[in-house]
C-alpha cells in the first residue's frame, strides 16, 4: 500500500463506535507517518549510514542520524569493536581525554553521539551503518521506506501494521467499551507484525528480496 491507501486502510480500521465522527476530523496525514515511523523503529526495518571524519584528539562526534542501535563502525576503514562507557571508564577514568592514538573502540553515548576510544591521532574518514526511524512519506505514491523515490520500500506484507498503529493512535483516545476490546485486538496483530517482521530480518529474508537475491 502507498501513503494513500494507507490512510484509507487506517480510516476504514478506525470506523467504528464514532471514533471517526469527531471534531476536528482525524489528521490521517500525520497519524500515519508517526504509526510508520513507530513500526519501523519498533521492527527495526531501516538501516541507514553515513560518513564524517574525525577530528585529532576528539573523542565524541555528533551523527546527522538518529540511531537505534549501530550495527558496525569503522575508521579509516578499520572496523571497530564495539564497547560501553562503563568499560571505557574502568580502563581509564579519563577516557575522554586520553592520549590521542589509533580508535579501536567505539560506544554509542547517546542515540545520536558516539565516541572513539583512544580519540584519533589522525583525521580520517569514519564510517557508521545503524537502525533508524523510516524517513515520513509526503506524497500519496510514496511507499513506506521509499520516499519520493529514494530509498527501498518494505515489502507489503507489512504494510498493513501502519494502518493497524494509526487506527490505534486515533482510537485509543475515544474508545469505550467493546472499542477498547477492538482496540486490544488490533495491538495484538500489531504486536505480532513487529515479530514477524523482526524474525524475517533474523533470517534475512526480506533483504535478499528486496535485492532480487
Excluded: C
Amino acid at each position: 500500500m502507498n501513503y494513500g491507501q494507507l490512510k484509507t486502510r487506517a480510516t476504514a480500521l478506525a470506523s467504528f463506535e464514532g471514533w471517526t465522527d469527531v471534531s476536528p476530523s482525524p489528521d490521517w496525514p500525520t497519524l500515519v507517518n508517526q504509526a510508520w515511523q513507530e513500526f519501523s523503529w519498533e521492527a527495526e526495518l531501516i538501516i541507514g549510514s553515513e560518513t564524517l571524519q574525525t577530528v585529532i584528539g576528539q573523542t565524541q562526534y555528533t551523527l546527522a542520524g538518529t540511531y537505534k542501535a549501530l550495527l558496525d563502525v569503522s575508521w579509516n576503514g578499520k572496523s571497530l569493536l564495539r564497547s560501553s562507557e562503563e568499560f571505557e571508564r574502568n580502563l581509564n577514568p579519563n577516557w575522554l581525554n586520553a592520549t590521542p592514538g589509533t580508535p579501536l573502540r567505539w560506544t554509542l553515548s547517546a542515540f545520536s553521539v558516539l565516541s572513539l576510544s583512544p580519540p584519533p591521532a589522525s583525521a580520517q574518514t569514519l564510517a557508521v551503518r545503524g537502525i533508524q526511524q523510516g524517513p515520513p512519506m509526503v506524497l500519496d505514491v510514496d511507499l513506506p521506506g521509499q520516499a519520493s523515490g529514494a530509498g527501498t520500500a518494505i515489502p507489503a506484507n507489512f504494510h498493513d501494521a501502519i494502518a493497524y498503529r494509526g487506527a490505534i493512535l486515533h482510537g485509543q483516545l475515544y474508545a469505550q467499551g467493546e472499542g477498547t476490546q477492538r482496540l486490544a485486538g488490533y495491538q495484538a496483530q500489531y504486536e505480532k507484525f513487529i515479530a514477524d517482521s523482526r524474525e524475517s530480518l533474523t533470517s534475512g529474508y526480506w533483504r535478499r528480496k528486496a535485492t532480487g537475491q
